[in-house]
């Protein structure tokens, strides 16, 4: 079984996995409680990005893109610290 370390890098990149490594971090997820959630707050970041540009049609898809990696690095560093 993964690591959460593992886990939590898998995260970020869940739409570049095969079908296996999703199946792994499924698994996971079901059997951490803590990864689980961090799972569901990456999600609803992703979804609160995604509305935002929605009602921004303005907004630079780049810049929003470059918003969100910023996000997830101080998330990730916030959470290699604990």
């Known amino acids: 079984m993964k690591s959460c370390k593992e886990v939590h890098k898998l995260l970020h990149s869940e739409e570049d996995l095969g079908l296996m490594e999703k199946i792994k971090l499924r698994i996971h ?10 799972r569901r707050h990456l999600q609803l970041v992703r979804q609160g990005v995604a509305k935002w540009v929605e009602k921004a049609s303005d907004v630079d898809p780049e810049r929003v893109k470059d918003l969100e990696k910023k996000f997830l690095r101080k998330t990730k560093r916030r959470n290699n610290s604990d």
């Open 29 to 38: 997820t079901i059997m951490c409680k803590h990864c689980n959630a961090y």
